[in-house]
Each structure stands twice: as C-alpha cells, then as structure tokens.
C-alpha cells in the first residue's frame, strides 16, 4: 500500500524558509512521478512543483525562483525547499505520487494523482 507522510511545515515570518519532506513508501519509488501541492482555505489546491518520472522538474510561476523540488531515491523522499517565502504561500502542503510518467501532465490535463499524503501546514506572516 502507498504511503506518503509530509513533514517539516510550521509558522515562518515572510522572507523565511521552510523544507517540507515527503517519506514514500509502499511502492518503487523512483517509477512514480512526484509532486507537491497546495491548497489555502477558500481557494482551489494549485499544483506547486513537479519530478517526473525522467527526472523533468516543473514549477507553478508564482513559486519560481523560490522554491526547489528534490528527492532522494535512496531515501525514497521527496523535499521542497521553500526560500523567500510569502503570506500568499500560506497554505497546507501536500504531497502526491501517480504512477503514470508525468505528474506535469496528470497536473496539465486536471487528473487526480492517485496517491496523498496527510498534508502539512505552512503559515507564513507578515
């Protein structure tokens, strides 16, 4: 069964940084394209970063620059270190994992990825 526990939010001042990992388990973890979400309340959950299954990263436009996706195979872990951070980036953090090749596509075409984590809360204040 595929597990994935988030980790590493917490309440930051604006200018700060976070790094939020992903423990995966359950499953090859190298196979399956990754990705990080999130979602505020009242608003919809937006896809913030992205590790396809060939290594292609992609990033949301308002978090590039600041914000760096990583994994370690090894560990089977998913990171996202968050710099520079914005009250707007407020929001509870999520990873996913699917089993088809591109999360950027799952993203891009509005599909679900399979698999979710519990979440973990990033407040950051003015």
């Known amino acids: 069964k595929v597990h994935l526990v988030e980790s590493g939010g917490g309440s930051v001042q604006s200018g700060g940084s976070l790094r939020l990992s992903c423990k995966a388990s359950?499953?090859?973890?190298?196979?399956?394209?990754m990705g990080w979400f999130r979602q505020a309340p009242g608003k919809e959950r937006e896809g913030v970063a992205f590790i396809d299954e060939d290594g292609t990263i992609t990033y949301a436009e308002s978090v590039k620059g600041r914000f760096t996706i990583s994994q370690d195979n090894a560990k089977n872990t998913l990171y996202l270190q968050m710099n520079s951070l914005k009250p707007d980036d407020t929001a509870m953090y999520y990873c996913a994992a699917d089993p088809r090749p591109s999360m950027t596509t799952v993203q891009a075409l509005g599909v679900t990825p399979l698999f979710w984590g519990q979440g973990t809360q990033v407040t950051v204040s003015s």
């Open positions: 359950g499953y090859t973890y190298r196979t399956y394209s």
